[in-house]
């Protein structure tokens, strides 16, 4: 603290409180100017980096003083912020500041940064836990009350203590976690609109997404879990059917997740500019908030959807199933996993929309509306011969199922990479019918491996044979999957927006400018065969992996299929 500290406060101070343009001649006057401020404020951004403060940590930051403290990690860390520690269930953490209750700073190998202190458990070194140290000091004679089977509490066996201690952490995270939106949507959103010289509505939807939804529901689901906390004896609280009950209001995150990225973009943008820099401090000042920066803040909500499935499962761990709300838990778990997989499933479709719109954009001859119109994923694609009324001529081509429509096209007679658009049939309006191997009696043809796609009425029928009896098996259960699709979307109210759309095929127009050939190229076509199998990079962004208690998630067929779109034969 000191007089060039007064300064940033004062400076930032005016820039957020005064609305409209400003006349900042006095100001720079009495505190330098701006570039002055800027450059003081980065160099000497370190100072601002530990929060003081947090009275109660009072005896652990003495333990850290000594040399003594390190900390486990009970849940994995995912994070996108250079200023924080990313670890994984199991790591060895030095805890090097713990003064701030919520964000503690530490080390792991050569790495440091903030971490959230619920995502760990202090031990006094890598083998004895913080718990069974204290009870040590409080009591040498008493040394095997903590061991498994003994009670940790007066008159609370071991698993019940546990129980209550897991009760507890997930009412006091969810408390800090509400404050922690109050402060997002108060002291950033609400100081943001008053600047309209400086935000756009579209800039700060962006950038906030729908945050301010989250932190409705959050107090809603707050207060539901506040009525079935058991205060005086936590371990017989039954919150596991609040999870229940706002199980479907959870997918509001699938929102704000598959955003988030877009609000990195966006903010990184504005960081390089030197008044936002100030705007943005100032408004942290203003509210009190610790020294985290906005991204990191609103990497806050992806953290937390995460974290639910983990802490369930810890909940569940030490509930006896005699317990009145081991089976609410339970299916609570199960619901909150779903809730998971929903938002990586969502978040995998708007992912596909740009490569989809790449793949239309190298057909030629398309006619018609755009793929992503109506359709957001590949479902299966292969070739096959397809013969029609009245000819029953038979003619190879090469068919795409997406949902909601199968599209048909003919390879190029020289150059089999390029395709030529064919034609399409929508799927809400086909009935999928097997045919057994013979003679059929309405093309009057004998077929092998066979299977038809009849309007309801029977005045449009196609007849389509694959090669080998497999191939047909698997483009029959093709049809059931996109079947099932369409109707998980439609429960689930999935869509994609047509900024969306637009965006996408604005994005593949670019890619591939005017002007023939404009078939696959060699390299995007190498590039989808890589594709096949992927693999999460090292720094892949914590809001593409949110299911972190899921690491046997079913793998997608998308780059499967996609992959061999325009196959290169000869």
């Known amino acids: 603290p000191g007089p060039q500290t007064d300064s940033f406060v004062l400076y930032f101070s005016a820039l957020v409180i005064t609305d409209g343009p400003q006349d900042k001649s006095g100001l720079a006057d009495e ?19 530990h929060p003081g403060g947090g009275g109660e940590q009072l005896a652990i930051n003495e333990l850290i003083s000594d040399g003594s403290v390190c900390a486990e990690a009970l849940w994995d860390h995912v994070t996108m912020d250079d200023q924080e520690l990313g ?23 050569d790495s440091e940064g903030w971490f959230p202190a619920s995502f760990v458990r202090l031990r006094v070194n890598q083998d004895e836990p913080m718990e069974e140290y204290l009870a040590h000091l409080d009591g040498a004679s008493e040394g095997g009350r903590a061991s498994m089977g003994g009670p940790l509490g007066p008159g609370l066996p071991c ?13 006091n995270t969810e408390r800090d976690y509400i404050k922690h939106l109050k402060d997002i949507c108060e002291g950033y959103i609400k100081q943001c609109r008053k ?95 610790i020294d985290i920066s906005l991204d990191g803040f609103l990497l806050t909500p992806v953290q937390k959807i995460c974290k639910y499935p983990l802490q369930l499962a810890e909940l569940l761990k030490y509930t006896n199933p005699q317990h009145r709300d081991y089976k609410d838990v339970e299916a609570a778990l199960n619901a909150m996993k779903n809730v998971a997989r929903l938002i990586n499933e969502r978040k995998r479709r708007l992912e596909n929309i740009d490569k989809i719109a790449q793949w239309q954009s190298s057909i030629e001859d398309w006619e018609g509306e755009d793929i992503l119109s109506r359709s957001s994923d590949l479902i299966f694609s292969g070739d096959l011969t397809k013969i029609s009324q009245p000819q029953a001529k038979g003619q190879q081509r090469m068919f795409f199922l997406f949902d909601h429509q199968l599209v048909f096209c003919k390879k190029d007679l020289l150059r089999r990479d390029i395709l030529y658009y064919k034609g399409r049939l929508d799927m809400d309006q086909m009935q999928v019918v097997d045919v057994e191997d013979g003679k059929d009696k309405d093309f009057n043809v004998s077929v092998k491996n066979a299977l038809k796609l009849c309007s309801p009425g029977g005045e449009e029928v196609h007849l389509l044979c694959a090669k080998k009896p497999e191939q047909k098996q698997r483009w029959l259960r093709a049809f059931a999957d996109e079947r099932e699709q369409v109707q998980h979307d439609l429960e689930t109210g999935f869509m994609i927006t047509e900024v969306q759309k637009k965006q996408a095929m604005l994005n593949a127009s670019k890619s591939h400018p005017t002007g023939k050939p ?46 061999r779109l325009t196959p290169f034969k000869k």
């Open 31 to 49: 505190v330098g100017s701006e570039d002055d401020l800027y450059n003081e404020f980065r160099s000497s951004s370190n100072r601002f980096r």
């Open 87 to 109: 670890f994984k269930a199991g790591d060895v953490i030095e805890v090097v500041d713990a003064t701030n209750k919520e964000w503690w700073w530490g080390r792991v190998l």
């Open 159 to 171: 698993k019940e203590q546990m129980r209550a201690n897991v009760i507890n952490e997930i009412m």
């Open 195 to 289: 600047r309209t010289d400086m935000f756009t509505e579209e800039q700060l939807r962006t950038i906030f997404g729908n945050i301010d939804e989250l932190y409705r529901f959050q107090k809603k689901f707050l207060k539901a879990l506040e009525k079935k906390f058991n205060k005086d004896h936590p371990h017989l609280s039954e919150i596991g059917s609040c999870f229940l009950e706002h199980q479907t209001n959870f997918q509001i995150y699938s929102e704000y997740c598959n955003n988030h990225p877009n609000a990195c973009v966006q903010l990184s943008k504005l960081m390089k500019i030197k008044k936002y820099v100030f705007f943005f401090e100032a408004c942290r000042l203003l509210q009190k908030m």
């Open 518 to 563: 404009k078939a696959v190229t060699r390299p995007y076509y190498d590039f989808l065969l890589r594709q096949k199998h992927p693999t999460l990079p090292t720094s892949l962004p914590q809001q593409q992996v949110i299911m972190l208690a899921e690491p046997k998630r079913k793998t997608s067929n998308f780059w499967h299929n996609i992959g």
